[in-house]
């Protein structure tokens, strides 16, 4: 049976490029972003998810009928599993043993999708949350408008999500650190290090200290150093007026921050 693979990570941070890396391997297979599982975690929420049948209404009712099963939510998260196990495997065809599931805005549901696969492997990429939000206004931003307030949700919620699920179950993850990925690249070639070590020693003998993840205190500084970007005015609405910010005196602008110190 196909076996998952899970990378978390935020937008823009290195996750096509981890999934090419490991779809380079003859073991795996991968799909664009496959999104299979929100709707099904979700099914259970009231908040987040918006239906014409009444949302509120129908979570409720699918979380009373799971609690009337022999062993309530986990009969529930078992047929998610055999559902989405059955599709990956049909999705790898004949020869894979992985399949690599890549969808961005799985870090809402990190603890669910833990829980659903309790043996799967978990790649979680960590960078620097001002230089993704620097790389979204330059990659995303219509014209160089400022728009970095439409992905708030993955720049605070999604970003608090993965460093709580991080920190309660730091031993189902693979946990790496884009920008020194970058720079291992570049000195030694070896694009397959450290993502394919998922593939050949234990979990629990991973030296973390190879991908320097970044202390909680860096993520919260770069929380806060957002923040105050997010609230700055779009006067001109373009990263040029932004980057206008930098005076000697002040403090520098969201695209010299989010690119400091990045490889």
């Known amino acids: 049976m196909t076996e998952p693979v899970f990378i978390f990570s935020l937008p823009r941070s290195g996750s096509t490029l981890a999934q090419k890396v490991l779809a380079a391997h003859d073991d795996v297979a991968t799909a664009a972003e496959p999104w299979l ?3 099904f975690v979700y099914a259970l929420r009231d908040d987040g998810i918006y239906t014409e049948y009444a949302q509120c209404t129908g979570a ?5 009928f799971t609690q009337n099963l022999p062993s309530a939510k986990s009969d529930y998260y078992a047929a998610i599993r055999e559902l989405a196990l059955r599709l990956y495997g049909v999705a790898s065809g004949e ?17 669910e999708i833990l829980d659903i696969f309790p043996n799967a492997k978990c790649i979680l990429l960590w960078r620097n949350p001002l230089a993704v939000a620097a790389s979204i206004l330059e990659t995303w931003g219509k014209r160089g408008r400022w728009n970095a307030y439409r992905y708030k949700i993955d720049l605070y919620k999604g ?23 970058l720079l291992n690249l570049k000195m030694s070639g070896d694009e397959y290090s450290p993502i394919l070590i998922l593939f050949t020693i234990p979990q629990y003998l991973i030296d973390t200290v190879w ?10 500084l770069a929380i806060r150093s957002l923040s105050l970007f997010l ?23 969201l695209i010299t921050l989010g690119r ?4």
Do not use: N
């Open 211 to 220: 991908f320097s993840w970044p202390a909680r205190w860096e993520i919260r």
């Open 37 to 39: 599982l929100l709707p």
């Open 60 to 64: 409720k009712a699918i979380r009373e």
């Open 159 to 181: 970003l608090e999500s993965m460093l709580e699920t991080s920190e309660l179950f730091p031993e189902r993850f693979l946990q790496v650190r884009y920008e020194a990925w």
């Open 231 to 253: 609230r700055v005015r779009r006067t001109h609405g373009s990263t040029s007026s932004i980057r206008r910010l930098e005076r000697p005196g002040r403090v520098v602008t």
């Open 95 to 111: 020869g894979a043993r992985y399949f690599v599931d890549k969808t961005p805005r799985y870090h809402l549901i990190m603890k």
């Open 260 to 263: 400091s110190g990045c490889a």
